[in-house]
């Protein structure tokens, strides 16, 4: 079965949750029931930039493959080929991990 594709527009960017361990540093396990949803991902796909009252296209910050931060209740989860994934503006954002 082919991969469906999927391009956001303008300043929208395409974001993998990553799972956080399941684990404390003391060993204590978290149940699935009590863990939140990381607020830290993955960009799979990047729209082409914000574009301003002028017209111009001010490009992203972020790109392809970069590890973010976002807010706890930015975007908008889609499944796409069964995985889940969330649609954000890059406001949402909060910084990128190096």
Request: net charge negative; glycine share 10%; aromatic share 4%.
């Amino acid at each position: 079965m082919a991969k469906t594709k999927f391009r956001p527009l303008h300043d929208r960017v395409l974001v993998r949750r990553i799972e956080p361990d399941q684990k404390t540093a003391g060993g204590i396990i978290i149940p699935d029931s009590a863990a939140e949803k990381p607020m830290e991902g993955e960009i799979v796909a990047t729209g082409n930039g914000l574009v301003n009252d002028n017209g111009d296209v001010r490009p992203l910050d972020v790109k392809t493959g970069d590890s973010v931060i976002f807010s706890k209740w930015a975007g908008t989860e889609i499944t796409i080929d069964d995985e889940e994934l969330m649609v954000m503006k890059e406001s949402d954002i909060i910084g990128i991990i190096v």
